[in-house]
């Protein structure tokens, strides 16, 4: 992510994540799509700026073809960040699979994501 980004309340907000370290090019407008088939290690992490005294959920999700297949999830209730995220092992058919990933907050105060260091993903493929 290139900055900080503000998570739209009560509904899945697509992460916008610009690409870093994208040797075969197979991320593009905030999907990964791999032309090569395979079982993937995929992990994604999300630092939320702080919560508030309410009762509040968070979660990231991993979304292959727009259904999702991994939800991580907390609340944040401290007046302090909080990281959240986790791993799977994803199939992907290397041709019209592709992986994206959301974020959700039903904070009555306004969140969003830290860029620096804080929120990202990978993926690998498992040999």
Same mark, same amino acid.
């Given at each position: 992510?290139?900055?900080?980004?503000?998570?739209? &309340?009560?509904t899945d907000t697509t992460i916008e994540f610009i690409p870093d370290i994208d040797?075969?090019?197979?991320?593009?407008?905030?999907?990964?799509?791999?032309?090569?088939?395979?079982?993937y290690l995929v992990g994604v992490y999300g630092w939320f700026t702080i919560g508030d005294s309410s009762l509040?959920?968070?979660?990231?999700?991993?979304?292959?073809n727009n259904s999702s297949v991994a939800i991580f999830q907390d609340e944040n209730t401290l007046?302090?960040? &909080?990281s959240v995220?986790?791993?799977?092992?994803i199939y992907l058919n290397g041709t019209t699979d592709s992986i994206t990933?959301?974020?959700?907050?039903?904070?009555?105060?306004?969140?969003?994501?830290?860029?620096?260091?804080?929120?990202?993903?990978?993926a690998s493929l498992c040999l």
């Open positions: 992510m290139s900055t900080n980004q503000v998570i739209n &309340l009560s040797p075969n090019e197979w991320i593009s407008q905030n999907r990964f799509q791999p032309n090569v088939a395979g079982y509040n959920q968070i979660n990231i999700q991993i979304q292959k007046n302090i960040g &909080l995220g986790g791993t799977r092992i990933f959301t974020v959700y907050s039903n904070s009555s105060i306004s969140q969003s994501l830290q860029s620096a260091n804080g929120t990202y993903f990978h």
